[in-house]
């Protein structure tokens, strides 16, 4: 999102990820011009995007401490037709509908709820896509997006954890519950970086986005690679027909769900 100052047009919030933020552009660079024009106003450089014809890409000048320094941006068009969008809100919505029959069928199982909330996460992770245009809707999707990123790792942990206690009708330990304290970290660290600037409280704020994203890159191998092992002997050593299909379809339906997004 732009805002307009006195020193010109300025980035107010670039959100993580998109195509903007991937060509280097961060929160308090100056927009000089765009494909050679100058841009005199927010609303400008809002409307810039729509200018492209899809699939071209726009080259920014911006003026970052004084340092001029050119950023080619490609703008993500939403719903452009493209198959794997429509290839991923297949699968997206088919997560949905078994972690709801789930939760209305087997709400009994200790597994069931922490299972259809790993779907529902899913969902989030492959329906809430990015423009990069800014507003309420791509905000929300960002929001929606990392939710469903942060949640799915954990929810793999505890279901794979909890599954061995189940089958040996064991008792609840609450410990488990510690597994959500890093997701829940890291996404009250973005809501103070992003929405309420804590960003620009460091003297350097890119080196601030990039200890986040560094955190998220650490916990997520961690956490899946911690979840594989208990899931693989919970498969092999399960005599319950439910056990095992919850393993089979964490197992096959997460695969095809990320690896194309």
């Not at 004084?66 to 703008?75: A, D, I, M, Q, T």
């Not at 064991?170 to 519950?177: I, L, N």
Request: net charge positive.
């Amino acid at each position: 999102e732009w805002v307009d100052s006195s020193r010109g047009v300025i980035a107010d919030t670039v959100i993580p990820r998109t195509s903007a933020w991937k060509a280097g552009l961060r929160p308090g660079d100056r927009l000089v011009s765009v494909d050679g024009a100058p841009v005199v106003s927010a609303l400008a450089a809002e409307d810039a995007p729509f200018r492209v014809p899809r699939g071209s890409g726009m080259l920014f000048v911006v003026d970052r401490n004084g340092e001029e320094s050119e950023l080619f941006v490609r703008p993500v068009w939403a719903g452009g037709g493209e198959a794997v969008y429509y290839y991923l809100a297949i699968v997206a919505l088919t997560f949905l509908v078994v972690g709801l029959v789930v939760w209305l069928r087997a709400s009994r199982a200790r597994a069931a709820l922490p299972f259809a909330l790993l779907c529902h996460a899913m969902f989030l992770l492959l329906v809430m896509k990015r423009t990069g245009q800014g507003g309420l809707i791509d905000w929300s999707a960002y929001w929606g997006d990392l939710a469903g990123f942060l949640l799915a790792p954990a929810l793999f942990l505890y279901i794979t954890w909890i599954l061995p206690e189940e089958e040996r009708r064991r008792g609840r330990s609450w410990g488990r519950v510690l597994l959500f304290l890093p997701p829940l970290l890291l996404f009250a660290w973005n809501l103070y970086l992003i929405p309420f600037k804590g960003v620009f409280r460091f003297a350097d704020p890119i080196v601030a986005i990039r200890f986040k994203d560094r955190l998220a890159e650490l916990y997520i191998p961690v956490y899946v690679v911690g979840g594989i092992v208990p899931a693989v002997r919970s498969y092999l050593s399960s005599e319950r027909l439910q056990t095992r299909w919850e393993v089979e379809w964490m197992a096959w339906g997460s695969p095809v769900g990320v690896l194309p997004a």
